[in-house]
């Protein structure tokens, strides 16, 4: 069992600021536990996270896949980057974090080049206005307000993520009912060639919470 990472550092102020590890984050945990040994096979030289909050998910990964893959981040939220470095440190995993939008700087740059890409977006059906607020204000709200179908904010990096993949990276999404995902996997299938699976589904009170996992399609 690979260990849950120490987030003894982060102070209740932190969580004022950051989404704190929920059902969604640990359902995510639990999808790359199961996929632990196939990651380890593929050794990604460069694994990325978008939206990486207090850094939970990546120092998850880097107790995976160890010092040699290199571990880059981004989230809109500069708290969060703060917050992510310091659970890297905190779990001895040197991660990189970066304070943009997605993953805007790096489309150019790592063109085709990243192993293994992981997001869980803000997914949650809000007005509007809301998502478009709260990606304007940067903060704690950034972590769920997902638009009319959830579909806001995870909707603009489905268009970008092929680009990033290497020839044998993997994609994890998370996501939720409410999102559509027959629709996510149809789109992502005819418009960018990648197939996906659920890996691990699990009800979390009213939230039907899903990991996807994508690869490109070799037929
Ligand atoms: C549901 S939280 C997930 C945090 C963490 N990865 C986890 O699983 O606990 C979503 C994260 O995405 C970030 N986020 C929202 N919009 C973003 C965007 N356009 N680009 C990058 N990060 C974004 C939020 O600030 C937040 O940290």
Known sequence: MIPTPDLSHLTKEDFEHVYEPAEDTFLLLDALEVDAQDLKNIAPTICLEIGSGSGCVLSFIGGILGPSTLYLSTDINPHACRCTRST?????????????????????????????????????????DEVRGAQDTRDIQGSWAGGLDGMGVTGVFL???????????????????????????????????LQSEVVLQRRAGREHLFVLRFVRNVM
């Open 159 to 193: 268009e970008h993520v092929e680009e990033l993949l290497s020839l044998h990276a993997r994609f994890y999404l998370v996501a939720v009912k409410d999102n559509n995902l027959p629709k996510i996997q149809q789109n992502m299938l005819k418009k960018h060639g």
């Open 88 to 128: 890297g440190a905190q779990n001895k995993v040197s991660i990189d974090p970066i304070n943009v939008g997605f993953a805007s700087p790096l489309y150019n740059r790592l063109k085709h080049a990243v192993d293994l890409i992981v997001f869980n977006p803000p997914y949650v059906p809000t007005f509007e």
